[in-house]
């Protein structure tokens, strides 16, 4: 089948219908195993049930290092970090979870024509844009006066030249407004291009004037014209000098750019018999991940 000289075909289930995410950090490591419930006759047998969920110090798993676990026939449906534990008995728990929130993923902006982001909304400092963008004008505001104004402006201008931004706060309500050379007035964010406001949806993100310690786009090339795609990557670049960006992009101009780029790690996914594996990368190349298992740590 490897070869091609045979059909690909699906012999009958062997293993138990899961899924295991995790990640190896410093001090702390987690992982989680999610399943069907055992119990068969209730109305919410394709409900996923908390299986098994572990912390344990270092990057390498070993039963020895596990310091919390969760899950199982007793929390089947409440996680470790639901627990109430005490912070001074089980620290682990109230670090990872903090670490976890401080995250962001930005894969759901939205620019239809009842976005969010294009209605006036009353305005509150925001050092962290929304998933959904709706606070993007806060957004603009809270950059210009306590974050790099000037960069925000300068990435606007190299996507679009002569262009900036205001945000206009009459009546509590703020409203992005976009400057463009040969208009009598600004056009607000309704008025907006798809790929305009995505764009500095975009931007507002990755200019944030507190960039969290791991920031993930996927696709942010959707919708854009391919004259935004440079600019976009030299906005994710800079971005990349203070913080990790992951992006995970399809379109070749951006991932060209990207991977031209000295920050930049570009790996190739590809799909082998159903599984998503890396692109030339052998067995002694593979990250070193150990799974922790249901019958004992």
Known sequence: MRRGEQPVQGGPRKQAVRLRLGFSADPFS???????????????????????????????????????????????????????ADP????????????????????????????????????????????????????????????????????VADAFPGCHLSVGTEAGLFRLRFHQPGLLRPLEAAELSDGTLRYLLLTASLFSPRLPPLLVLNEPEASLHPDLLAPLARLIEAAAQRTQVWVIAHAPQLIQELAASELCRHVVLQRELGATVVEGQTTLERGAWRWPSLTGV
């Open 88 to 155: 001074q008995e089980q620290p682990e728990l109230h670090v990872l979870r903090e670490q976890i929130l401080s995250w962001r993923f930005y894969d759901s902006f939205r620019t239809d024509a009842g976005a969010p982001a294009r209605q006036p909304r009353v305005g509150t400092r925001c050092f962290a844009l929304a998933g959904d963008g709706g606070d993007l004008p806060a957004a603009v505001q809270t950059i210009l006066e306590n974050g790099d104004g000037s960069g925000l402006q300068q990435a």
């Open 30 to 84: 987690y992982a989680i195993e999610l399943g069907y419930p055992q119990e068969r006759h209730t109305a919410f047998a394709l409900d996923p049930a908390l299986k098994g969920e572990w912390i344990w110090a270092g990057a390498s798993f070993h039963p020895r290092a596990v310091l919390s676990r969760g899950g199982g026939q007793q929390h089947p449906d409440r996680s470790l970090f639901q627990s109430g």
